[in-house]
């Protein structure tokens, strides 16, 4: 029997919300270790194998041990040569961590061959042990595509053996940087509409403005600007109405909500009413546009007089006009208009990855790395400056623009890369240069 259609298989917030677990565990119970990817400076024309092979940094990341019961492989083994040390290990470290944190780096480099994963021949430096392993085989298929994707490296690593090899890892500690990352995903709007309205004059004053058109897609409350023949008419436009019902009131409370981002971030009571029967009244919140959700507000009642509202929820898709104030009546109108700032314009053209990509108004660049149309979202990676919401992103290469709705920092710069720092004070521990050979026996 074929597999229902009704359900779906790997939707992106699934695999989202795997991948933050993996993350997780890695981080409740894994270790820091150094990533120290080997750059080819030589390879063999025929056999394209490396000739000359140099470690100039290393990345700190998070990873699991597998081993519990000590070392794999031989252990030391009694040669003609000496005492030979075979150990081996098997570390799991997360694949968007890697991306992150790695390889957005060694893609800059073209010294680093297929940066794009943990690659056979680098090193991993184990803070636990103080030694360095090398990568052996990197498996990525396990676990086997859970919900259509994989999350994790399974790196399998045996114990380095020195032979002269060269780089700013075994000279000098003064250049193993740490680079720092900020993962940032942008999600866009499809072009919106502006909202209008009409206002209502009565001995040259305004008395009203009926919203004639909601409009659509607004990332922040639309500003209103009153022309006409008179002077002084101001009003504030709202995304969301909220009213108490319930009862029978000796007066109505007002409320006003701030909506930033399509969410109800905080309320505003500017007249609590009075003569609320408290068991009955209850808060009505205007609908959010389609495909949103309601917020969820809970109301505290002093009296009969409403003193304070909890929000549990602030929802999401509030991006159209659903209430005019009108803060200041004017003087001198026969006629008037009200104009509302205008709605983003939407996603104009397709990007290429990987592109720069800069805003409009702030200058900001980033290096964009994924973005999908269909769902309106793009993923953006070491950024300078911050964008702005509304602001126009504009591709580098492709010419493709794309109105700023809203941001979700699925990961946010971890506080140990983000002040760009070097490994300095913690060289002496990773290598003994006072050793001939740093990789020797004790």
């Known amino acids: ?9 790997g939707t992106r917030n699934e695999q989202f919300l795997l ?12 270790m820091d270790v150094l990533y120290c990817p080997r750059e080819i400076m030589l390879s063999d024309g025929v056999f394209n194998e490396e000739v000359i092979g140099e470690f100039n940094d290393a990345y700190l990341i998070e990873a699991y041990m597998e081993n519990y019961d000590g070392f794999q492989g031989g252990g030391d083994l009694l040669t003609k040569f000496g005492v030979a040390q075979t150990d081996e290990i098997t570390m799991i470290i997360s694949q968007q961590r890697f991306s992150d944190l790695i390889s957005q780096f060694l893609l800059l480099d073209k010294d680093y061959k297929v940066a794009e994963r943990p690659q056979e021949g680098d090193l991993i430096y184990l ?10 085989f990197v498996e990525h298929e396990e676990p086997f595509y859970q919900l259509g994707k994989g999350y994790v490296y399974k790196l399998r690593a045996e114990l380095f053996e020195y032979s002269d090899e060269k780089g700013d890892l075994f000279d000098s500690d003064e250049d ?14 499809t072009a919106g509409t502006n909202a209008s309205g009409n206002p209502v004059v009565s001995n040259g004053s305004l008395t009203n403005i009926f919203i004639q058109d909601n409009g659509s897609s607004y990332n922040e409350t639309p500003l209103v600007t009153i022309s006409g023949d008179g002077t002084g008419a101001t009003a504030e436009a709202f995304l969301t109405n909220i009213t108490v019902s319930g009862g029978s009131p000796t007066s109505s409370a007002v409320i006003r909500s701030v909506v930033k981002e399509g969410q109800i971030r905080s309320v505003n009571i500017v007249d609590g009413g009075s003569g609320y029967d408290e068991d009955r009244a209850t808060l009505n919140v205007s609908a959010p546009d389609s495909g949103g959700i309601a917020a969820t ?9 409403l003193t304070g509202i909890n929000i549990l ?9 659903r209430l005019i104030d009108i803060t200041n009546a004017g003087s001198g109108y026969t006629s008037a208009t009200a104009a509302f ?17 800069t805003g409009a108004t702030t200058g900001a660049t980033a290096n964009l790395v994924e973005w999908d149309a269909q769902e309106g979202w793009i993923k953006l990676k070491t950024p300078t400056g911050t964008f702005a919401i509304g602001e126009l992103i504009i591709g580098s290469e492709s010419g493709a623009q794309i109105v700023l709705d809203s941001r979700n920092e699925q990961a946010t710069a971890d506080p140990k890369y983000s002040e760009s720092v070097t490994f300095e004070s913690l060289g ?3 290598i003994d240069f006072s050793e001939g050979n740093p990789f020797g026996m004790v």
């Open 341 to 357: 700032t205008a709605a983003p314009s939407g996603i104009t053209g397709a990007f290429t990855v990987p592109e720069t990509v």
């Open 428 to 430: 002496d521990d990773i």
């Open 297 to 305: 507000l809970v109301p505290t009642f002093t009296n009969g007089t």
């Open 19 to 30: 991948q933050n677990i993996v993350e997780e565990h890695l981080k409740m119970f894994g």
């Open 176 to 189: 193993l940087v740490d680079y720092g990352y900020t993962v940032k995903h942008y999600y866009l709007t």
């Open 1 to 9: 029997m074929a597999r229902t259609t009704y359900f779906t298989h």
């Open 127 to 136: 803070p636990l042990t103080s030694n360095y392993f090398e990568i052996k």
């Open 313 to 321: 929820s602030g929802g999401s898709g509030y991006k159209s006009v």
